[in-house]
């Protein structure tokens, strides 16, 4: 196995937020870092929420699963950039009480909302977060006043976006913040790199990795490991790191609804919608999701009778969901495969909770005017009044999906729970870091892509005080 050239001092594997930050912050204060990359490097403009950007970048064109007695299907990016570059941008703070459970928990010290308040004003800064400055679009507008029909508490969630140029604004991520600034400061960006194993040889960390002209071997002295809440447990159990190493991956559950109305909601310039009900938070959320003609045929294939209706009818429909913090979920390698197997556990109590988000969110949509809403769910609908929605949703006719996975590999002092300490350090494996959504306790019952980025910020910043 030939060497790479691309010995540093510190590599770090994954670009998205847990990564760009983190090798940012490390090559402005002088340090020598290289960050690798699975995915390839952005050839042109993509459109988003097409397609073609579900090719180029999501990992397996966005059809993942994770195996279970109902089956998840979850999506990870594998691009510069990582999930900031697909995402809809949308920010929160996470909640105090989720982080004080966390802290709790796993025994996490300097860690509540105040200390990491700095780190999430920072990133917020640093990425661009701002309120739309126009009034929000139809299918957002929809829900906000079903919402308010009902005395539930909502919001037009802020966004990483750039609305200077007018319209829906330009998503802002990874590759408009922390990845020039990672350039600025001399780092290196090497995509279409993925790392096989890591191993520890003498003082320094080996990382024997793939590119399309064959194996290369590259040393460093500090890894941070930030390939996401399912690869970086890959890869960590493959290099033989597995105490409490993908035992506890979690996500948010969800269930989609295509709601039709009498009225336009999508027309094409609608741009995305961002309205979200937190009034049951945080054991329930509902929102919006992307209604692009492709999501919408997709959300229909439970109900493939009504597939010719989006070409006829796309522009009085929209997409929602329900969603929960409901069960766990696993990683583990296998030998002889290169992806490694996901599995997750929804149990009787996590569907009847999805079948409660259901009802409310049905009731709020027509509450809003809603003339039809047909969910996830093969064989019901469309529904037509919250009693239509069973008390427990079925679990073999139900589509679950997930867009946010995180604690696989939680951070903490006690040992017993945690894979790394309280600043992204794994235990007993010296300059071996953990820098992504894996460090995260549990579910944070919001979009997690602002905690994410806080929590890495302090950890990178530790590291270098250090």
Request: charged share 25%.
């Amino acid at each position: 196995m030939p060497p790479s050239g691309l010995d540093a001092e510190v590599v770090v594997v994954g670009s998205g937020p847990g990564g760009a930050i983190t090798a940012a912050l490390l090559a402005e204060a002088g340090r020598d870092v290289v960050v690798l990359e699975e995915g390839p490097a952005p050839i042109a403009a993509c459109p988003p929420y097409s397609l073609r950007e579900l090719a180029e970048k999501y990992r397996g064109g966005g059809g993942l699963a994770a195996i279970g007695r109902v089956p998840v299907a979850y999506a990870e990016a594998r691009c510069v950039g990582g999930g900031s570059e697909i995402n809809s941008g949308l920010h929160h703070r996470p909640p105090d009480e989720v982080l004080d459970a966390w802290r709790r928990r796993f025994a996490i010290e300097d860690f509540d909302a105040t200390a990491l308040a700095p780190h999430l004003a920072a990133c917020e800064r640093d990425v661009g977060v701002h309120a739309r400055p126009h009034a929000a679009p139809p299918a957002s507008q929809k829900l906000l006043d079903g919402a308010a029909r009902l005395g539930l508490a909502a919001l037009d969630v802020p966004r990483y976006a750039d609305y200077a140029a007018g319209g829906d604004g330009r998503r802002l991520g990874m590759t408009t913040s922390y990845l020039p600034r990672l350039a600025a400061a001399g780092g290196r960006l090497v995509a279409d790199t993925r790392v096989r194993r890591l191993r520890r040889t003498g003082g320094d960390w080996e990382l024997l990795a793939e590119q399309p002209g064959g194996r290369v071997t590259l040393r460093a002295r500090t890894v941070f490991v930030a390939a996401g809440a399912v690869q970086t447990p890959a890869l960590l159990r493959r290099s033989g790191v597995t105490r409490n190493v993908g035992d506890t991956l979690a996500l948010h559950p969800m269930v989609r609804v295509l709601a039709r109305f009498p009225d336009a909601v999508n027309p094409p310039d609608a741009g995305i919608a961002t309205a979200q009900v937190k009034a049951l938070a945080p054991r329930l959320s509902l929102g919006c999701s992307v209604s692009t003609r492709p999501f919408l045929a997709l959300a229909l294939a439970e109900h493939r009778r009504r597939l010719d209706d989006v070409d006829a009818d796309a522009s009085r429909m929209a997409l929602y969901y329900a969603m929960s913090t409901g069960g766990r979920g696993s990683v583990r390698v296998l030998p002889g495969l290169r992806d490694p197997l996901v599995r997750y556990r929804l149990e009787r109590d996590d569907l009847a909770t999805l079948a409660d988000g259901l009802r409310v969110l049905c009731r709020t949509l027509l509450a809003a005017g809603a003339t039809e809403v047909y969910p996830g769910v093969l064989g019901l609908g469309p529904l037509r009044s919250e009693a239509d929605v069973p008390p427990v949703l079925p679990p073999d006719r139900t589509s679950v999906v997930a867009l946010h996975l995180f604690a696989s590999c939680p951070m903490g002092e006690d040992r017993r729970r945690s894979a790394v300490d309280s600043f992204g350090r794994v235990h007993d494996r010296p300059g071996l870091h953990v820098a992504d959504a894996s460090l995260l306790g549990g579910p944070p019952s919001v979009n997690p892509q602002g905690t994410v980025m806080g929590i890495v910020r302090r950890n990178a910043l530790a590291f270098l005080a250090r």
